[in-house]
Structures are given as C-alpha cells and as structure tokens.
C-alpha cells in the first residue's frame, strides 16, 4: 500500500512539518508571515495536516513591515535609479500580523501560554524604535505577558540596497512624488501617508531604551536572540538593540547576530551560560573588535569576518599586574570542554595599488627588485609618479594578517566534531596543531593554495564529511599547485563518505592516479574543476561506492567524426571497449553551461559515460543543451544494439 499523508505516523508527519517551519529562522532575510501562510494552506488539505500544523499556527508571533512602494516589485527589474526614486517616495507602511488569529483561535490563556517564539522584522528602511512600540501597543502586545516565550527574531533589513543618504539628497527629490513616473508606485489609491522621518535625524538613544525595556517587562523568558541589523548612518556604531543586549546579556544562551558591522555591546566580555553563539558581520575592518569569548559551555560558535593576526586573543582573559612603572599582562585560557561545532570565516583587509598592476605584478617586481637582469625591464615598467595609473584595491598578505600567532596560549577544544575554517588567509596547519584531527566528523577548508602549503589529511580517521577549496588565481605554478590540491584532497582517510572539491584554477587540471586516492568508501562527490572526461573511468573504477556524481566546469574531449548520426554513435559503440566504469552511481549531474561546445560534444561526452554505467538511473541537467540533449537520445532508443545500454536511465531531469 503506498504511503499518503493519511497513513504516516504522526512523529513523521510532525517531524517534516518542524523541519519545514524552522529552516527559515537561521536563513537570511526571509518572509516569515509568507511561511506563516503556507501552514495555513497546509492545514486546508486534510485532517492530518490540520492536527499537526496547529501548534506550529498557534507558536509564533510575527509582526512584518513592509513599504507597498517598493514592496512586490524584483530587484532585477528596476534600476538602481529606479530604486532610489522609489525609496524617495512617501512610504506607504502596511504591517503584517497574526496575532489577532493566534489570540482568537484558542481560549485566551491557552493562546498566551502556547506562544514561544516572537518575530519583528522589516523590508525598507532601517526602522524607529517608536514605530516597533506603536504596533506592539495597537495590537495591544503589552495587554499580557507572554511566559513562555522563550526566542526572539529581530530582522532590520532592507530587500534593497539603496543608501539612506542617496535616497535623501534633496537634489534627487522629485518636486511632486504623485506625478514621478515610477513603476513601484501603488497602483491603488491609498489613504494619504504620514509624513515619514528623515533618515538624516539621528535616532535618539531615549527610543531605544523605551524598545529595550518593552520587550524586557513583557518577554521575561527571553534566552534565545536572533538577529539580523543593517548598517543605518541614524544610528551609527549601534543597532536597535544594543541597549536589549546589554541589559540581557547574562540570560541569553543562544546568540545568533548579524550585522553590517561589527557592534558595540558595551562589554567586554560574554557571559559564561552562552551555548550557541554566532557573531557574523557584512564587512570588516583592521580595528573591530568583539567581546572576549569566556565561555566554557559553548556548544556551537561561530565568527565571522574575523582578523587572523588576534584570533585567540578573544578566547582569554587579561589579568593586568602592576610593577612599579612596568605593567604585565598575564592571559589565562579556557578549554571548551562542550564545544562540538566551531566555523570561523577571516577577513583580510585591502590595500591600494595601481590597476596598472595586479598583486602578481607587485610580488615578481619585489622578488626581482635587487636582480641586476631584471633592472632594465622594471625601469619600463615603474607605476611610482604616473599619474595616469589609477589605484584599485586588493587583499593586504603581509604576515600580520596571514601568520596566526603561535607564541601565546590557545583554548582547548577536547570534544569538537564539526570544523569549519572559510577564507583562511595563512597556513591551515599551524591553525591545526592543537585541533583534535582524529574525532573530527565533518571539515570544511577554503583558503588559498599557500593556506594548503604542508597540509596532511590522512591524520583526520573519524572524517566523514570533507569540503575542500581555493580560491587563488595565481598566474605562477597554478597548474602545478592545483594538481597537489587535488591528490591533497583525493588523500583522505576511507571513512570519507561525502566529498566536495573546488578549484578556481584556468588550466586544466589532472585527477590523482589510482594508486592515490584512499578515500575509496566516497558515496558522494561533487568536483568543480577543469578535469577531463578522459580521466573520470579511471576515478570512478576506483571509488565503488559512490552513489551520487556532481561534475561542475568539467573539460569535454573531441567526440570521432562518425559519432554525429546515431548509426556512427552505433558503431563507434560497438568497437569501444564498453565495460563498466561503475556500477553503483546512482544519480550524475553534469555542468554544461558557459561550455563552448557543439551540441555533439556535449551529448557524447555525457552519453558516453551513460552508456558505461549500468548502474545510474537519474540524470539531472541545468542548461539550454538539455532540451537538445533529450533530442539527441531519442534516436538510440530505437537502435536495439545500443539499447541495452541505456535502457538503466529511468528519469531525465532537464531544466533550462
């Protein structure tokens, strides 16, 4: 009998709902009320669903802002001119709520009681504390307190990246905002707006307060903070709810923050109840700084955009000790004995130099500065006083910002099982002499090829997720560099059962022998790469697990002549050796975009490895060569030679 929703337990059915109504807490900048109406929806097609989307209708409070002159309309239909006479215009407030469903679907106490997490968010401008207080208020939010709510979601952005200042200069401001010939104008009258507030005036500190202390005296229970801040000039190096953080700080065990630059909290350090924390900015620069990290019960952290050249300087304390004149700074660490899931993302500040020359140029000029040979080409060559070459900006590699200090103490992380180093700017194994490597279950590294210079990851026995990449477009060596990358990445232990691979390299790159790659237990693969078809038989000969095959920016070889009709693709068939490359993949998804390849190259290419896998049932295509590609195939099912070949391809997935 097959399974409806009718006939699934209810934990499954309970079990996917919470998966679908949850995944878009941590997401950025979603639509909350949106979801809100899809469970809605959900609870409209069976009883079923009706009893299990109840509690999750009934938990949230969700109130959204959103302006009706920009609202509905695609940032890719507009232009940023567009844009910005939309944002001049008066804004047409509309707030979404379902609190009047939420209090007036249950008894009123029930209703209170069954709420646990509450919303507030905007889609236009950076909003004013007393705006937020005067829909609390009109809803009458204040009229209870809410016992049980235990999370709360602040999502100040914008879905427009329009400057507060560009939308402001009186020089662009229409004379008659009614008469400005702007798409994103309501097309229905509307009651006449209240005049808005410049975004010039400064937000007094006075309205923050007043938000702080609401939510403090009407959410008691608060320990969980999501939030997501744009960067607003009305407030400066604050956000809507710093004074709420600072009050609060020693409650909350979960902190999810992120801003568009690194906030002031007005601490120094973070309580030690913390278990789940994630500082995350937009930008960053050489002088931010967060709070120290004493926080022995961290479950998960995350960092992000972080300077390498203080990186364990948060995770100590400084115990100053005064001598006569001289002061002593002695730093005591912590070892997270609770910390499982540890990612951190680096930023590496910019620098100018001239467009005439890439940072290439500058590191062969200073390696050759002192060469006598090379005297007369640099004279040629020399940016210093030309006033014609203008600056651009690249990343700063001096060493304070690649070299991670190894002279002071670091923290201890004796349990940690999922790691996470994005952008790493120096070298990844100096990061890891202190990692537990063995009891790590899941890796994900992104730096250059310098980040990878002496890097081992046959010591990692317990992996089983690995993500590996580079980003470095280095015109010396790369081919060179990128191959090692990938017998690097191809070395890991058998215990591997999911791997992805990612190179930026130009030149066509050469996949490890067989002999080399150990991590033969691989399920699933994704690689982007310039590797060749030619070389894939041998790969997967040598990995007879795997069930799942993700090929992106992969190199197509010249089919023979005789292969454009279908009788020559016949023939070549028959006269190749067509043994099977696999016989476990399950599911291939070829890249076949920006390929400057004929519709033949790419269908035998593709059909080729087809025809040797007996194995693989789903093919799944994204691109204009997927209509031409099912053209192609028809033929050949009615060859009876070759249709046992691909008689095994049950679905064709084709999306252009």
Known sequence: MALTLQTLPRQIVDQILDRCYDRQLPAFHPKFFRVYQDFQDYSHLCRRLRDSALPFLTRRLIFERYNLAVEGVGKQTLSHEDLKAA???????????NMPRVVGRLALGAAVEGVTEVI???????????????????????????????????????????????????????????????????????????????????????????????????MPAVDTLWMD??????????????????????????????????????VKTLPPIITHLTLSVHSAYDYIDIPRIMTPMLVSLTLNAIPLNYLWDRFCHSTSVSRSATTNQILNTVEFTELRRLELSFHVPYRSVPSGKSEDDLMWEKYHKNSADGADSLTNTSYKGNPKLKTIS??????????????????????????????????????????????????????????????????????????????????????????????????????????????????????PPASAITCTSIRRLCITAQVSYADLPDLLRRLPALEYLDLQRALFVDPPPLTHTPEGMARHLLSTDMRPVSTSLIKFVPDVLCRNATDEVVFYNIFMLIARTPSLRELKMFSFYSTQFFRELLPLFKIPELFRFIRHLATLDCNE
Not at 87 to 97: A, F
Not at 195 to 214: G, H, R
Not at 240 to 248: E, G, K, N, P, V
Request: proline share 8%.
């Open 87 to 97: 944002k001049r215009l008066p804004p047409v407030i509309r707030w979404k709520t």
């Open 120 to 218: 507030i968010s905007t889609y236009d401008r950076y909003p004013d504390p007393e705006d937020v207080l005067a829909i609390l208020r009109q809803y009458q939010f204040d009229q209870y307190t809410w016992p049980n709510v235990t999370s709360l979601c602040v999502n100040f952005k914008s879905d427009f990246d329009v400057d507060d200042r560009e939308a402001d200069d009186p020089a662009l401001t229409p004379a008659d905002p009614t008469t400005t010939a702007n798409p994103t104008a309501p097309t229905t009258p509307a009651p006449a707006p209240a005049p808005a507030a410049s975004t010039a005036d400064w937000i007094s500190n006075e309205s923050f307060t007043a938000l702080s202390q609401f939510l403090a005296l009407h």
């Open 229 to 266: 801040d744009n960067r607003c000039r009305r407030v400066g190096q604050r956000n809507a709810m710093s004074t709420y953080i600072a009050d609060r700080l020693d409650r909350f065990r979960r902190l999810n923050l992120r801003f568009a630059y690194m906030p002031a909290f007005g």
């Open 394 to 511: 690249v990343k700063e590699r001096t060493a304070k910002y690649t070299v991670l200090r190894t002279d002071g103490k670091r923290p201890k992380f004796p349990k940690l099982q999922h790691l996470a180093l994005n952008m790493y700017p120096g070298r990844i194994s100096d990061f890891l002499l202190d990692i537990p490597i063995a009891q790590l279950l899941t890796l994900r590294i992104s730096g250059d090829l310098v980040a990878f210079k002496g890097v081992r990851l046959t010591g990692f026995t317990s992996l089983q997720t690995s993500n590996v990449s580079y980003f470095s477009d280095s015109r010396f060596r790369e081919s060179a560099h990128g191959n090692r990358f990938l017998c690097k990445a191809f070395a890991q232990p058998p215990t591997v059962r999911s791997l992805s691979v990612t190179t930026c390299s130009k030149c066509r790159l050469r996949l």
